[in-house]
C-alpha cells in the first residue's frame, strides 16, 4: 500500500440508517458492484455477483418460510457458498448457525437440535452426516446441498428435503428481499467449541458485534471507529485492498475479518481445503494479498519452512502481516520478520464471548518478541481476581479478563452458563472469560492461558500457553502441547505432548526431557517445567490451528510418556 489510507467518493443511495450487517453489506455492494470481492480456489465473485446470489438465496429462503429468528446451518468448508449463506440469512433477520465440519454425529446432532435449525447449507460429502442425524431434528425442514446437484442416491434425511443449492437460487425471485424490523437488534450467533464441553452459541445484538467483534468500521486500527452507520460508506477504501483469510469460516476470527473488510470494499481471498503452506505464498504471489492472518505456530511455522524449502516468494505487495487465536513463538515471529523486512506484524487476543480485545505491534526492523504481552487494550477490557476486583497494574496478581461495554446477550439456551459468564459488577454488565492473564506496571495485559487446562501441580498453578511458548523455542520441537496428568503426590504433573522436527531422532527420551526441562527453566520457574514427555507423529489441532487438550491429555494419559529421571521432583524453583 502506497501513502496514507484513504477512501472512495461515496453518493447519496441507500446509505445505511442501522448497524445491521445487511445493510451495510448492501450499502457497499451498491457503490462498488464491479469490484471484485471474493476469491476461493478458481471462483470469483464481484460485489454485484455476490449481492445478486445472496438475494436469490434470501428469497428461497423465504418462500420455504425462513425467516426472522430461524437458524440455519452453515455445514460447510470455506467457500464462496459459505458466505452467500450467511448474507442471505442477515438479509431475512435469519441467523446463520457455524458448524465444525470436524464434529461427529453426537455433536452435530446437539448443534442442529439447539438451534434448533430449520435448513441447512452443506456440500455431498457431508450430506450422510446430515442425515445420520436429521431424523431427529423435527425442525429441520432442507438440506440444501451445493455443487451442480444432488446425489443420485441422496441418503433419507427424515421430513427434511434434499435440495440442489444452484437449482434453488435458479428458481427463487432475483429482487432484494425486504424483510419488516430490520435493525440493529437483529442476531449475530457464533458457536464456540472452547476447550471443554459441547459447543455454545454466543448470541450477540448486531450493533454490539459490529463494533465489538468487527472493529466498527476500522479493520486497520487507523480511524476510529465510525460515530454513525452513514459514516460507513465514506471508509470504502479507493485502491486495490485484498485480505487472505487462511482460518475456516467456521471459527469466529475468520468470519469477523471476512465482514469487516467487505464493509470496506476490499477483496476477501478464501483458503480452499487443507492447508498448504507453499499454496499459501503462491496464492499471496497470485492476488496480490496486502494482508493475512495466522493462528499461532500451526500455520506460521509451515509457512517459515516452505519459504526456506521452496522460495523466496515474489510477495512485496504483503504490507501486514496478523497472528491471532493462540500462540505465535518468538523464533518463529523473527524468521518470519526476517523474510519479510517490510511488513507490520501484529498479535490480537479475543475470544467469541468477548469479541477483539487487545493487540501489539512490530513495525518493520523492530525486534520480535513474544506475544503473550498486549499494550493496547480495548476500552472496557479489565482483570479481575477472584474476589471481582481489578487487578493492580505491576502487583503480579492473577485474573481473569473481563470485558463491558460492546458485548453478548447470552448463551443460546443456557441460563446457567449465561449466569456464569454475563455478571454484573460495579453496577455494569460484563463478561468473564476463562482467559487468565496479569497486569504489568504499564498497564500491558500479560495472558498465561484458559483457565479449564490450567494444571495444578503441588498447589502452583501451571498455564500450558506459556510453557508452550517457551518449548517451541527448543531445536527439537516443532509443535507441543502441555497439559496435566494425575500424579499421586502432586496432583497433576506437567507433561509435555511433543512434535519433533523434522531430522530428529527420537533416540533417548529421556535425554530429551532432559534437555528440555534444561531449555525451560532458562525462562519459567522450575515448577513450570515439564516432568514428562510423550513423543508423537504429528500434534492434533482444530482447522484453525488452536491446541485440542483432550485429545493431548489422552496421549500423555495412555502410559507412552516418559517421566523425568528422579521420579518424583518436587513442583519447585
Not at 465444525?100 to 437440535?113: H, Q
Amino acid at each position: 500500500m502506497q501513502g496514507p489510507l484513504t477512501f472512495a467518493d461515496v453518493n447519496d443511495h441507500n446509505t445505511p440508517s442501522s448497524y445491521n450487517l445487511a445493510d451495510l453489506w448492501e450499502s457497499v455492494s451498491d457503490r462498488v458492484p464491479e469490484r471484485e470481492a471474493v476469491v476461493c480456489g478458481d471462483q470469483r465473485r464481484t460485489y454485484g455477483q455476490l449481492e445478486d446470489r445472496a438475494n436469490h438465496l434470501a428469497n428461497h429462503f423465504l418462500d420455504q418460510g425462513v425467516g426472522p429468528g430461524d437458524f440455519v446451518g452453515c455445514y460447510l468448508p470455506n467457500s464462496i457458498e459459505y458466505l452467500e449463506t450467511m448474507l442471505a440469512c442477515f438479509k431475512i433477520r435469519a441467523v446463520p448457525v457455524n458448524i465444525n465440519y470436524r464434529y461427529v454425529a453426537a455433536e452435530l446432532e446437539y448443534l442442529f437440535s439447539d438451534g434448533p435449525l430449520v435448513a441447512v447449507v452443506c456440500p455431498p460429502e457431508y450430506l450422510e452426516n446430515v442425515a445420520a442425524v436429521a431424523p431427529s431434528v423435527e425442525s429441520l425442514r432442507e438440506v440444501l446441498v451445493t455443487g451442480e446437484g444432488v446425489p443420485g442416491a441422496a441418503p433419507a434425511t427424515g421430513s427434511a428435503a434434499v435440495v440442489g443449492y444452484e437449482a434453488a437460487l435458479e428458481a427463487a425471485p432475483a429482487e432484494r428481499p425486504e424483510v419488516a424490523g430490520r435493525g440493529n437488534d437483529d442476531l449475530y450467533v457464533i458457536y464456540t467449541g472452547g476447550t471443554t464441553g459441547l459447543p455454545k452459541g454466543v448470541v450477540w445484538r448486531m450493533e454490539d458485534a459490529f463494533f465489538g467483534c468487527l472493529t466498527g468500521g476500522d479493520p486497520m486500527r487507523m480511524n476510529g471507529p465510525v460515530s454513525s452507520p452513514e459514516e460507513m460508506v465514506e471508509r470504502i477504501i479507493d485502491f486495490d485492498f485484498n485480505f487472505y483469510a487462511l482460518a475456516p469460516l467456521m471459527h469466529a476470527a475468520a468470519q469477523w475479518v471476512a465482514l469487516m473488510w467487505f464493509f470496506c470494499g476490499a477483496k476477501v481471498i478464501l483458503h480452499e481445503g487443507s492447508f498448504d503452506p507453499v499454496e499459501v505464498w503462491r496464492t499471496i504471489e497470485r492476488e496480490k494479498v496486502s494482508t493475512t492472518t495466522v493462528v499461532g505456530d500451526a500455520m506460521a511455522r509451515p509457512l517459515a519452512d516452505a519459504w526456506d524449502s521452496d522460495g523466496p516468494f515474489e510477495v512485496s505487495s504483503l504490507f501486514a502481516f496478523s497472528n491471532g487465536g493462540a500462540p505465535l513463538a518468538e523464533s518463529t515471529k523473527a524468521r518470519l520478520m526476517e523474510m519479510l523486512p517490510n511488513c507490520v506484524f501484529t498479535d490480537g487476543f479475543g475470544s467469541s464471548e468477548t469479541g477483539i480485545q487487545g493487540s501489539s505491534r512490530l513495525a518493520p526492523g523492530e525486534k520480535a518478541g513474544g506475544t503473550a504481552v498486549f499494550d493496547s487494550v480495548a476500552e472496557g477490557t479489565k482483570v479481575f481476581d477472584e474476589n471481582d476486583r481489578e487487578v493492580s497494574p505491576g502487583s503480579g496478581s492473577i485474573g481473569r479478563i473481563a470485558h463491558s461495554g460492546f458485548v453478548p446477550l447470552r448463551y443460546h439456551n443456557a441460563p446457567e452458563k449465561t449466569a456464569e459468564t454475563f455478571r454484573e459488577i460495579g453496577g455494569r454488565r460484563w463478561v468473564i472469560s476463562g482467559d487468565m492473564a496479569t497486569v504489568d506496571e504499564n498497564g500491558a495485559v500479560r495472558l498465561l492461558g484458559r483457565g479449564s487446562v490450567c494444571i495444578n501441580t503441588g498447589g502452583e498453578k501451571v498455564y500450558p500457553e506459556e510453557v508452550e511458548s517457551v518449548l517451541k523455542d527448543h531445536p527439537a520441537v516443532y509443535d507441543v502441547v502441555v497439559v496435566g496428568v494425575p500424579h499421586e503426590r502432586w496432583g497433576e504433573q506437567v507433561t509435555a505432548v511433543v512434535q519433533l522436527a523434522p531430522g530428529v531422532d527420537p533416540g533417548d527420551t529421556e535425554e530429551l526431557l532432559a534437555s528440555m526441562v534444561a531449555h525451560a527453566r532458562g525462562s519459567l520457574a522450575g515448577y513450570k517445567a515439564p516432568r514428562s514427555v510423550a513423543v508423537v507423529e504429528e500434534i492434533q489441532r482444530s482447522p484453525a490451528g488452536k491446541a485440542d487438550y483432550r485429545w493431548a491429555r489422552t496421549v500423555a494419559g495412555s502410559g507412552s510418556a516418559t517421566d523425568a529421571a528422579t521420579g518424583s521432583a518436587p513442583p519447585a524453583n
